[in-house]
C-alpha cells in the first residue's frame, strides 16, 4: 500500500537558520503530495502542494519540489523563524479511485529558538 | 466565515460510555473526514464519507461509528467498544470527484477516558 516517512524529529534550530525536513514516500499511482503545519493545539493547515513530477509548491518562505526519481518531496525554509515553530506533516494523496483519502507522515516537531 | 467547527474542543467520559463528537462544516464540501492522532502519531483515518448517506472505513474503524445525513455534518460517536478511545480527533473535509482536493481541518476535539 501506499506510505510515507518523514525524518525523526523532534528537529531544534536557531533563528535564520535553514530548513530541511525530509520525506519520501511509496505509491502505486501517481499521488499528489502536500505539506501540512499544525500548531500547538490546533487542527492542520495546508501549506503547499505539488500535483506532478517536478512541480515545486511554495507558501511563506516554505518550498517543496516533487521528485518522482527519487520518491521525495522534502520540505525546506532558507530562514526559520520563532513563529515557525509547529509540527510538519507530509502526506499523499491516494489518487483519484479513492478520492482526495491522504496518507500522513508521522510528522517532525521543530522548533525554533530565538 | 466558512470553515469547519468540532465542538466541544475538550470532552471527558467515563470508560463504558458512547460519545458523540461534532462536526459541522459550511465550505459546501461533498467529502469528509474523521481522524485519530495520538502524541507523537501521524493522522489515522477512522471513516471517511465521499457523499451524504454514504461513508468508509477508514484504517482504524473498529470501536467507531458515524452517520452523514447531511452534507453539512458529519459526526463521530467513539463506542465503549473502542479499547483506547483518549486522543486528539480530528475532522476535516474536501471538494470530491475528478482530480486531487486538499483536505481542510477542523480544530480538533481531545477526549479524554478515565
Known amino acids: 500500500g501506499n506510505s510515507v516517512t518523514q525524518m525523526e524529529g523532534p528537529v531544534t534550530l536557531s533563528e535564520e537558520a535553514f530548513l530541511t525536513i525530509n520525506c519520501t514516500y511509496t505509491?502505486?499511482?501517481?499521488?499528489?503530495l502536500f505539506w501540512y503545519v499544525q500548531y500547538p493545539g490546533e487542527g492542520l493547515q495546508l501549506l503547499l502542494k505539488?500535483?506532478?513530477?517536478?512541480d515545486k509548491g511554495s507558501n511563506k518562505g516554505f518550498e517543496a519540489t516533487y521528485r518522482k526519481e527519487t520518491t521525495s518531496f522534502h520540505l525546506e525554509k532558507g530562514s526559520v523563524q520563532v513563529s515557525d515553530s509547529a509540527v510538519y506533516f507530509c502526506?499523499?494523496?491516494?489518487?483519484?479511485?479513492?478520492?482526495?483519502?491522504?496518507?500522513f507522515g508521522e510528522g517532525t516537531q521543530l522548533t525554533v529558538n530565538p | 466565515d466558512g470553515g469547519i467547527t468540532q465542538s466541544p474542543k475538550y470532552l471527558f467520559r467515563k470508560e463504558g460510555q458512547n460519545v458523540t463528537l461534532s462536526c459541522e462544516q459550511n465550505?459546501?464540501?461533498?467529502?469528509m473526514y474523521w481522524y485519530r492522532q495520538d502524541p507523537g502519531q501521524g493522522l489515522r483515518l477512522i471513516y471517511y464519507?465521499?457523499?451524504?448517506?454514504?461513508?468508509q472505513k477508514g484504517d482504524i474503524a473498529e470501536g467507531y461509528s458515524v452517520s452523514r445525513e447531511k452534507k453539512e455534518s458529519f459526526p463521530l460517536t467513539v463506542t465503549s467498544a473502542q479499547k483506547n478511545p483518549t486522543a486528539f480527533y480530528l475532522c476535516?473535509?474536501?471538494?470530491?470527484?475528478?482530480?486531487?482536493?486538499?483536505?481542510?481541518f477542523g480544530p480538533g476535539t481531545r477526549l479524554t477516558v478515565t
Open positions: 476535516a473535509s474536501s471538494t470530491s470527484g475528478q482530480g486531487t482536493y486538499e483536505q481542510y
Open positions: 505509491a502505486t499511482g501517481y499521488p499528489s
Open positions: 505539488a500535483t506532478k513530477a517536478d
Open positions: 502526506a499523499l494523496s491516494e489518487g483519484e479511485t479513492s478520492g482526495s483519502r491522504l496518507t
Open positions: 465550505l459546501n464540501h461533498d467529502a
Open positions: 464519507s465521499q457523499i451524504v448517506n454514504d461513508f
